[in-house]
C-alpha cells in the first residue's frame, strides 16, 4: 500500500484492551482493502501487539491466524506462578511467544514506524519505547503491574502503559502524524459497571439493579480512573473507531474471530467518514490519492 498523502502523514492508535483489542485486527483490515494509508502506528497493551504484527509486515490471514490460533491450554500455559517478589507469576512464557510471533526484529527492521507506550512504575510517567527489542518493548507495554514483575528497560521499571496512556494519539502526534485515525475497544466505567459487576436481577417484568458489594466499589474505583486517562488520551484523534463488543469479556481471547469482525464492522461504519476527511485535508493536491481512488480503495 502506497504510504502519505501530500506530504502528510497518517497515524493509527490501537488502545488498550486484552482480548478485546483483537477487534483491532478487523480494523485494520478493513482500512487495508479500502486503501487507507498506515504511515505510523502506535499501540497501548493489546494494541501494541497488533500494532507490532502490522509494522512488521505480517499479513491480515498471518495476523488473524495468530489470533484465532489460541487455543485455552495454551493461553493457560503462558501464565506460571512464580515465588512471592515484584510479581505473582512469571512471564517467562509470554516473552518466548512474543519472540516467537515477532521473530526476534528489532525496531530498525520494522516496515513501519511503530512505538509502544508503556508505564513506569516508579514514577508514573509514560515511556515511549521506539528502539531495541520489539518483543521487549511489548512485554513492556502490555504486563499488568503486581500480577507481573516490571520488565526493565534503560534502567526503568515498566509496566502496562494503559495506566497513563490507553490510546496513544499525543505518541503518534510526537512522531509526526498529521492525520490521527484511533481504534478504541475500553468502554466507559458505567457500561463496565452494568454488563459486568452489578448484574440485572429480574423478577417478572421488572428488573432492578443490585447495589455494588465492595468488590464492585473497588473495581468501579479503578475504573473510572483508568476512563478519565482513556479520555485525556483521545483528544487530538481525527478519527475515533469504537468497535461495539457487547459481553466480550477481557479474558474472551477464545472469541477473537467474533472480535475481529466486530472491529471489521466498526470500520465500515467509520469509511466514509474517513475518506471525507483524507479527502478534505489532504487529498485535493494529491494526484495519488483522490476522492474517487479512495472510493474505489484503490
Known sequence: MPNSISGKKVGLALSSGSARGLAHIGVLDIMEKEGIPVDL???????????????????????????????????????????????????????????????????????????CAATDIITGEEVVIREGSVADAVMASILWPVVFKPVIWQERYLVDGGLVDPVPVQVLKGMGADFVIVSNVIVGPE????????????????????????????????????????????????????????????????????CIDRGKLAAQVAMPEIKQLLVNCYCTKSPMYSASSLERGD
Open 41 to 115: 502506528i502506535a499501540g497501548t497493551s493489546m494494541g501494541s501487539v497488533i500494532g507490532a504484527l502490522y509494522a512488521q509486515g505480517k499479513t491480515m490471514d498471518e495476523i488473524r491466524n495468530i489470533a484465532t490460533n489460541l487455543k485455552w491450554k495454551e493461553i493457560a500455559g503462558l501464565f506460571a506462578v512464580t515465588l512471592p517478589g515484584a510479581g505473582l507469576l512469571s512471564d517467562r512464557k509470554i516473552k518466548s511467544r512474543l519472540n516467537e510471533i515477532t521473530g526476534g526484529v528489532d525496531f530498525s527492521d520494522l516496515m513501519i514506524p511503530f512505538a
Open 191 to 258: 457500561k463496565r459497571a452494568r454488563d459486568n459487576l452489578m448484574k440485572v436481577e429480574r423478577q417478572n417484568t421488572t428488573s432492578a439493579i443490585r447495589a455494588p458489594n465492595i468488590f464492585n466499589t473497588m473495581t468501579q474505583f479503578i475504573n473510572i480512573a483508568h476512563y478519565q486517562a482513556v479520555e485525556r488520551s483521545l483528544q487530538g484523534a481525527d478519527i475515533v473507531i469504537k468497535p461495539s463488543l457487547d459481553g466480550i469479556g477481557f479474558g474472551d481471547f477464545h472469541r477473537a474471530s467474533e
